[in-house]
């Protein structure tokens, strides 16, 4: 398949949806850190992805998507001597992450993750990490067009991501585990289920993990490979790594 056939913009209802995404972040923020608490590896998972960037210990690192923080915590964990910025496009979101005393020397800034430039976040970076942020863009080819741009040459790019569609069994058991924990637990802790059943399905329709490869190279990137979590997520959650030469 090539990538034109692989269509570049998500269209219809689903690109809708997908445009409905911050708001819907919006409505959650205050319980998305308790949720996520309960989740095993979910802080060490993080953890492994943003050392996994090998980012000079005082460069420029990006964080996409970076929500209430959690990814950006990871970020500053393993770069503690490093300038941090992180975006996100939900505000509420943004408003937990500005309040946590660890992140005080983060610069965060509210905008679309497709186009950081236009938010006013210029490169270059010496990395980029995007957690669970590719698979909820509208136009995910642009995005990673615009990432490829930001990052200084040699810099490093990671995609931490959900993606099962190659393996009926990690299929099934996410599946299973979005149904019975999950999306429960989005009742539990914020009285509404709609954004974590969008999770659900939006990670059944994912890329799988070589068809993503094959996208990441399509848009100019070497040295792409992908690098496994562990316990229940091993062959669901990943760390798709890219270089731009």
């Not at 819907?24 to 996994?52: C, Q, V």
């Not at 006013?120 to 615009?146: H, K, Q, S, W």
Request: proline share 5%; charged share 20%.
């Amino acid at each position: 398949m090539t990538m034109k056939q692989h269509t570049t913009k998500v269209s219809g209802a689903r690109g809708a949806e997908k445009a409905r995404v911050p708001s819907a972040f919006d409505g959650i923020a205050a319980t998305y850190d308790l949720l996520t608490g309960m989740n095993p590896g979910y802080s060490k998972h993080l953890r492994w992805s943003a050392e996994r960037l090998a980012a000079p210990a005082e460069g420029r690192i990006l964080d996409l998507c970076c929500g209430t923080g959690l990814s950006t915590r990871a970020v500053v964990d393993a770069y503690p001597r490093a300038t941090v910025v992180g975006l996100d496009a939900s505000e509420g979101m943004l408003a937990k992450a500005r309040r946590k005393p660890a992140l005080a020397g983060v610069e965060f800034v509210l905008g679309d993750a497709t186009d950081p430039v236009a938010a006013g976040v210029t490169g270059p970076f010496d990395a980029i990490l995007m957690a669970y942020g590719i698979r909820n863009v509208p136009e995910p080819d642009r995005c990673i067009d615009n990432l490829f741009a930001l990052l200084r040459p040699g810099g490093t790019l990671c995609f931490h991501e959900y993606s099962v569609a190659e393996q009926r069994r990690t299929q099934l058991l996410w599946n299973v585990v979005a149904s019975t924990v999950i999306i429960p637990g989005g009742m539990l802790t914020a009285r509404s289920t709609d954004i974590y059943k969008y999770l659900r399905q939006s990670v059944n329709e994912f890329d799988g993990v070589r068809v993503f490869e094959r996208r990441l190279r399509a848009h100019g990137f070497v040295d792409v490979h992908t690098e496994p979590m562990d316990g229940w997520q091993r062959g669901i959650v990943h760390s798709f790594l890219a270089r731009r030469p």
